[in-house]
Structures are given as structure tokens and as C-alpha cells.
């Protein structure tokens, strides 16, 4: 009977499940690069662009993009000004004025929960660093890389103190339920 493994179901299962993988890897390795590009076409997030002023102005031509690039940071400063006030109970349309894009036209401040408009702060202000990276790229003047730098400090402070509201939100809540 040799080793007497021919009877034994622990060592059938164990032959079966290694069958089993062998003709799954056999079978569905030449379709792995398909299936990926599948996967990422159906599961594939868009990138999300919460910019009002930077996306219309390219980074190659440094005055144009600097101005785009103070106007988003003032988009953003308002931003940030409109999420604390909404932490402290306050109407920020009472308080702050509206912004305008450079048509004119009204740009309105998204509502939405506290920690969405967190997080489309965190990403309007990665956004801004990534064209203000793409500006430096390219020959400034030394008044346009002031600017560029005085705006970039100021969009890094607006966020700075929107962080710090939120990370105080508890002891808010506290103070309001007493």
C-alpha cells in the first residue's frame, strides 16, 4: 500500500485545493492585464477640482498665473473664514463679503457638512501649492516671486487657522451644551 495516503481525506483536500489553484493560476494569469485595466477603468476616481481661478491660467506665464494664484488664495481665505464662522454659530454672509471671479460674476461658497468643506479646504489648498510649485518652475521677476510667496504664506495661515478651529470643535460643542 506504500505510505497509506491514498485513503486519507486530509491529503484528498489538500490535492484537490492545490489542483484547484494551480488551474486558477493557469487560467486567469494571461487575463491579469486585462482585468486590471477593467478594474481601474470601472473603480477610477476623478480627480475632483475645487479651484475657481488657478485651473484657467497657465503656470508657464508667471504674471497671469500669479494673479490667478492671489485670487484662489483669497477664494480660499474666504473659505476658511466661512467654515470658522459656521464653527462659532454665525451667518458668514452677514459678515464676509462675496466674491466675484474675474468676469464678474458671483462665486458661490459651497454648503455642505463642516467636515466636507474641511476637506475641500485641505484639498483647494494642496492644489494651490501644486500651481505655486508649477509657477517656480519658470523665470520670475523678484516682485512676482514676492507675491507668489506672500500668497503662499497666506493661503498656508487661512488653513492653519480653519485646523485649529477644528481641532478645538469639541470643546465648542461642550460650551454649547452647557
Given at each position: 500500500?506504500?505510505?497509506?495516503?491514498?485513503?486519507d481525506?486530509?491529503?484528498?483536500l489538500?490535492?484537490?485545493?492545490?489542483?484547484?489553484?494551480?488551474?486558477?493560476?493557469?487560467?486567469?494569469?494571461?487575463?491579469i492585464?486585462?482585468?486590471?485595466?477593467?478594474?481601474?477603468?470601472?473603480?477610477?476616481?476623478?480627480?475632483?477640482?475645487?479651484s475657481?481661478?488657478i485651473?484657467?491660467?497657465p503656470?508657464?506665464?508667471?504674471?497671469a498665473?500669479?494673479?490667478?494664484?492671489?485670487?484662489?488664495?483669497?477664494?480660499?481665505?474666504?473659505?476658511?473664514?466661512?467654515?470658522?464662522?459656521?464653527?462659532?454659530?454665525?451667518?458668514?454672509s452677514?459678515i464676509?463679503p462675496?466674491?466675484?471671479?474675474?468676469?464678474?460674476?458671483?462665486?458661490p461658497v459651497?454648503k455642505?457638512?463642516?467636515t466636507?468643506?474641511?476637506?475641500?479646504?485641505?484639498?483647494l489648498?494642496?492644489?494651490i501649492?501644486?500651481y505655486g510649485?508649477?509657477i517656480?518652475q519658470?523665470?520670475?521677476?523678484?516682485?512676482e516671486?514676492?507675491?507668489?510667496?506672500?500668497?503662499?504664506?497666506?493661503?498656508?495661515?487661512?488653513?492653519?487657522?480653519?485646523?485649529s478651529?477644528?481641532?478645538v470643535?469639541?470643546?465648542?460643542d461642550?460650551?454649547?451644551?452647557?
Amino acid at each position: 500500500r506504500g505510505l497509506g495516503l491514498a485513503g486519507d481525506p486530509v491529503f484528498g483536500l489538500a490535492c484537490f485545493h492545490t489542483l484547484f489553484n494551480l488551474i486558477g493560476l493557469v487560467v486567469f494569469f494571461p487575463l491579469i492585464g486585462t482585468l486590471a485595466r477593467l478594474l481601474d477603468k470601472m473603480f477610477r476616481e476623478k480627480p475632483v477640482l475645487v479651484s475657481r481661478f488657478i485651473h484657467a491660467a497657465p503656470a508657464q506665464v508667471p504674471e497671469a498665473a500669479t494673479t490667478a494664484l492671489q485670487n484662489e488664495v483669497r477664494y480660499l481665505i474666504r473659505l476658511c473664514l466661512d467654515y470658522n464662522l459656521r464653527h462659532f454659530m454665525s451667518d458668514p454672509s452677514l459678515i464676509l463679503p462675496e466674491i466675484k471671479n474675474t468676469a464678474g460674476a458671483l462665486i458661490p461658497v459651497e454648503k455642505g457638512e463642516v467636515t466636507e468643506h474641511y476637506e475641500r479646504i485641505k484639498l483647494l489648498q494642496a492644489q494651490i501649492f501644486k500651481y505655486g510649485a508649477a509657477i517656480q518652475q519658470h523665470e520670475l521677476s523678484e516682485n512676482e516671486a514676492r507675491e507668489l510667496n506672500h500668497a503662499l504664506h497666506a493661503a498656508r495661515y487661512a488653513v492653519a487657522a480653519a485646523k485649529s478651529v477644528k481641532d478645538v470643535k469639541h470643546n465648542l460643542d461642550e460650551i454649547d451644551e452647557n
